[in-house]
């Protein structure tokens, strides 16, 4: 099993572009959850999923947009993006609200 | 914000046990206390996690005092591979929760030949 997979590893946008990060998960978990990590800090919860078809707002929800159109895929937009989000993405899945949350290798973007 | 209070970095002999202390004083009684590390800005990883038993797996134990206000993750023979940011989180753990995890800045051990 991969586990969870993030796509792309890298990427630098210019402020204003948009972009849109995948998270895939072949565990069958019904949760899923974005967070970003800056310098030094630890994770936030940018937004979360408890099932296909649903999503919900985290602590930093500003500024993206998400879809969980697939039980096993959580995408995470960038409608315009801006330097404060230069920051790495965490993706993570797990079977319930309680379970361990298993983690993929992070997104390092760069808004310039 | 966190609801735990860490030592912002420790240092371990190679072999040696490594004992991570964590203060979480306003613990509530249906909230327990979870373990992950992060290894070199990768994602971060299960450890282990308890409510007020002790508890051990694979990869490190866990006390809980009685009071539940603190707790020390303990590995039993750090090896170099260990070297990572311990954080320890407090967490409701009942179904239904949206399961976030709140993470503080954690504790960077550093595990030394």
């Known amino acids: 099993n991969a586990g969870v997979t993030q796509t792309p590893k890298f990427r630098v946008l210019k402020t204003g572009q948009s972009m849109t990060l995948l998270c895939a998960q072949d565990m069958n978990h019904e949760y899923m959850y974005w967070y970003r990590q800056d310098p030094g800090m630890g994770l936030r919860l940018i937004h979360y999923s408890v099932g296909e078809g649903t999503t919900a707002k985290g602590e930093v929800p500003d500024g993206y947009n998400v879809s969980r159109l697939k039980k096993q895929n959580f995408l995470l937009g960038l409608e315009s993006a801006a330097p404060s989000q230069t920051s790495v993405y965490f993706c993570?899945?797990?079977?319930?609200?309680?379970?361990?949350?298993?983690f993929g290798p992070g997104t390092r973007l760069t808004v310039l | 914000d966190a609801k735990t209070t860490q030592p912002t970095s420790m240092d371990c002999a190679e072999g040696r046990a490594a004992n991570l202390p964590c203060n979480h004083s306003?613990?509530?009684?249906?909230?327990?206390v979870y373990w992950y590390r992060q290894i070199h800005s990768q994602g971060p990883q299960y450890i282990i996690h308890?409510?007020?038993n002790n508890e051990t797996n694979e990869m490190a134990s866990l006390i809980i005092t009685e009071d539940r206000k603190s707790s020390t993750l303990i590995l039993p023979h750090a090896t170099l591979r260990d070297t990572a940011v311990y954080y320890c989180?407090?967490?409701?753990?009942?179904?239904?929760?949206?399961?976030?995890?709140?993470f503080g800045k954690g504790t960077k051990l550093s595990v030394k030949p």
């Open positions: 306003t613990i509530s009684g249906n909230e327990y």
């Open positions: 993570a899945s797990s079977q319930t609200g309680y379970n361990e949350q298993f």
């Open positions: 989180i407090v967490r409701v753990y009942y179904g239904g929760s949206q399961g976030n995890l709140i």
């Open positions: 308890g409510l007020k």
